[in-house]
């Protein structure tokens, strides 16, 4: 058991509920749906009616028949009557069962995808993604499916209530008989209870897995391709799949044993009941027709009592499915904001105050951090790679939450500010661009929706006369393909500049590509820098010369401290670690350093 469960563990957001509080919870998802709900119950009680009313019908024509009456022919029209009617409220009741049950489960999906989109970005870093995609998907999806068969369990569990009255109207002692077998078999389904959930749980598990394995071997296969590994891809999917698989036989076992099971207990205390029934009936205590209404309804008892026990185990399937989906609604958010303060067109003056920061108690990356960037000012961060760099933009954008210590831009705690209107201010391109299905005046849109092709053409042609749209085959209209796969790298960059601009913010916030690109593409991407930083305030992390020399100010980082700080000739002067960063990471990228390399 150990190693069938290796690696398909819980996540540190999952939860225990009680059946209670899941099924409390479920129940606010009908509330919008009252009425239907009203209108299926009613059509559950006039079936359970009707199928109860047939055979006490049918037994007192036999009754009749066994007095030398005539076959009645108003007990045909009566069971038509019946089976029509049936039908009809099978109908009504399917229809509107399944609309309610699409409106719980799209209204379930629609909050788990929020509350996933609310989450920071620690979240997505920590927690694969293809196993957050499988609660939202295949979970509700269970969901759904255990709510579908419910309706049929309630209809049968109205049929039993009714069906028992009668058998105390026909005999209170052998209806008692029926109703002392009924806690044996609620016993067994109890015992499965917790088998089903356990299961249950498990195979979601796993099924998370397998759509993180296919996740990661999509999204890498030009890797695996450029290093042969399509094999070694295959070869970890088939394992993660062979356990998949072995857990839902084991699941299937458990769930497919469960009502056999009651099954044969109801069986034998059928038969039990027929016997001593019968043997009534011989005797005279009770008349053929009562007879037959005892052995009819005692089978049709059971039926529903056993599809109820049954289906308790199946339905702790679904809530295991649902304790899923709420842990994921209910995974706290680490970046809290402690207001929610309007914000304007920001000037972009930021100070870093005594900051500190980690990502576990293990990571320090910043401590006891100061920085203050002016209004309009470029600040190129350099160091080597856990300086802290990237922590430092990360934290400006609220990607994730500080400590200790105060992020104030205009004066104003970032942590007080409305997130959204923040983050509007904030233009930001991360080291690998990304780019999404479309066409590229649908990627520069994306920051502003409202923007029209010619706003979008005419500032694509700021950069550098627009001589990059010429590159693209159908300039903004060409389709750059699954996160920009039909672009090069300095495309995409172009791209995401462009972006920038139309969306024009007020703090830019730039992780530089550390890719080479050809001098073209450079110099077109340093134009949109250029147009860029001229108006705002500017944060890069800089991997090109020609970025780091732009910038107004040079942050020298080591272990997230300042070490020095500067113009790119007083820190070459200084002779300290900017020199030998620069003679490590920039000295190849100076024109003089070709001309002396080829001599």
């Known amino acids: 058991m150990a190693s069938l469960m290796r690696g398909i563990d819980a996540e540190k957001y999952d939860r225990a509920y009680s059946d209670r509080d899941l099924v409390l919870r479920i129940l606010n998802y009908f509330r919008p749906h009252r009425r239907k709900v009203v209108v299926v119950a009613v059509c559950i009680t006039l079936m359970a009616a009707l199928g109860a009313v047939v055979p006490i019908v049918i037994a007192n024509s036999l009754n009749a028949g066994a007095a030398g009456a005539r076959f009645p022919t108003l007990l045909v029209a009566l069971v038509l009557v019946a089976g029509v009617g049936t039908w009809g409220l099978t109908a009504v009741r399917r229809y509107l069962t399944a609309q309610v049950i699409a409106d719980v489960v799209n209204a379930m999906r629609n909050d788990v995808f929020a509350a996933t989109m609310r989450q920071d970005l620690s979240f997505f870093d920590e927690f694969s993604s293809g196993r957050v995609v499988s609660r939202i998907t295949s979970d509700t999806q269970e969901f759904g499916e255990v709510l579908n068969i419910s309706t049929d369990v309630i209809n049968q569990l109205a049929t039993a209530g009714i069906l028992m009255a009668v058998l105390f109207g026909i005999d209170w002692r052998l209806a008692l008989a029926v109703l002392a077998m009924t806690p044996l078999v609620v ?104 007879w037959y209404i005892f052995v009819t309804t005692v089978d049709r008892f059971w039926f529903p009592v056993t599809n109820l026990s049954a289906f308790w185990s199946q339905f702790q399937a679904g809530l295991a499915a649902t304790e899923r989906v709420f842990a994921l609604v209910d995974a706290e958010v680490t970046v809290r904001q402690t207001d929610a303060r309007p914000v304007g067109r920001l000037r972009g003056d930021i100070v870093f105050d005594h900051v500190t920061f980690r990502y576990s108690s293990q990571e320090q990356v910043l401590d006891d951090f100061s920085l203050h960037i002016q209004p309009g000012e470029s600040v190129a961060l350099v160091g080597h790679t856990g300086a802290g760099k990237s922590s430092i933009i990360k934290l400006i954008a609220r990607f994730y939450e500080f400590q200790e210590g105060e992020i104030r831009v205009d004066g104003q705690d970032i942590r007080g500010l409305d997130l959204t209107a923040y983050r509007g201010q904030l233009g930001i391109v991360s080291q690998v661009p990304f780019l999404f299905a479309g066409t590229v005046a649908d990627n520069i849109r994306y920051a502003c929706p409202e923007a029209s092709d010619a706003h979008i053409k005419a500032t694509a042609r700021q950069i550098g006369g627009g001589e990059w749209l010429e590159t693209l085959p159908d300039g903004i209209d060409s389709e750059v393909g699954e996160r920009g796969g039909r672009l090069s790298m300095g495309q995409r960059q172009l791209v995401a500049l462009t972006r920038v601009l139309v969306q024009n913010p007020s703090i830019f916030i730039l992780d530089e590509a550390t890719a080479s690109i050809d001098p073209f593409t450079e110099a077109q991407i340093q134009a949109a820098l250029d147009l860029i930083m001229a108006e705002r305030s500017a944060i890069i992390i800089a991997h090109r010369l020609s970025t780091v020399r732009a910038a107004d100010r040079i942050i020298v980082l080591r272990q997230g401290r300042i070490i020095e700080e500067g113009g790119h000739n007083a820190l070459m002067a200084q002779g300290g670690h900017y020199a030998e960063l620069y003679d490590t990471y920039f000295r190849h990228q100076s024109p003089r350093y070709s001309v002396t390399s080829k001599q």
């Open 187 to 290: 016993l067994v389904a109890l015992v499965f209870r917790r088998m089903a959930r356990d299961v249950t749980r498990q195979s979601s598990r796993a099924l998370g897995e397998v759509n993180k394995a296919i996740q990661e071997a999509v999204s890498g296969i030009r890797v695996a391709k450029n290093f042969r590994q399509e094999q070694a891809i295959y070869d970890e999917f088939m394992q993660v799949n062979n356990q998949t698989y072995s857990i839902n036989v084991r699941r299937a076992f458990v769930l497919a044993n469960i009502f056999p099971t009651l099954n044969a207990l109801a069986g034998v205390g059928t038969a039990v009941l027929v016997y001593f029934g019968g043997r009534s009936a011989i005797a005279g205590v009770i008349s053929i027709g009562a």
